[in-house]
């Protein structure tokens, strides 16, 4: 059975920049599509960004594209998203997910972290 950590999570003055990571354990998951998903309070689950399995496409919703950077090493078995120029509204829980093709939506996804806090003051 996989599991999923995420770290990095933190508070950070708008304009600032965190580097999220997932470390995954239990099974490899270099066959799998992994996407960062996040939650505010109060809303539902958002798709984030996504990267293929060999780390040849990216997906990104259009709140963060150019802002957010998701890249991954296999070898490591860990999967990265970069944000830079936060928001307020980039305040959230956020996941990472492993699912077997890249995709957006949320219940293609297989395997979930426990999430990590972001909180971006203003």
């Known amino acids: 059975q996989g599991q999923l950590v995420e770290s990095g999570g933190g508070l950070v003055q708008a304009g600032g920049s965190l580097r999220l990571s997932c470390a995954a354990s239990?099974?490899?998951?270099?066959?799998?599509?992994m996407g960062w998903f996040r939650q505010a309070p109060g809303q539902e689950r958002e798709f984030v960004a996504a990267?293929?399995?060999?780390?040849?496409?990216?997906q990104y919703t259009g709140s963060v594209k150019g802002r957010f950077t998701v890249s991954r090493d296999n070898a490591q078995n860990t999967v990265f998203l970069e944000m830079n120029s936060l928001k307020p509204e980039d305040t959230a829980v956020y996941y990472c997910?492993?699912?077997?093709?890249?995709?957006?939506?949320?219940?293609?996804?297989?395997?979930w972290g426990q999430g990590t806090q972001v909180t971006v003051s203003s």
């Open positions: 990267i293929t399995s060999t780390g040849s496409s990216t």
């Open positions: 997910a492993a699912s077997p093709r890249m995709t957006g939506w949320a219940p293609e996804y297989d395997y």
């Open positions: 239990g099974r490899t998951f270099s066959g799998y599509s």
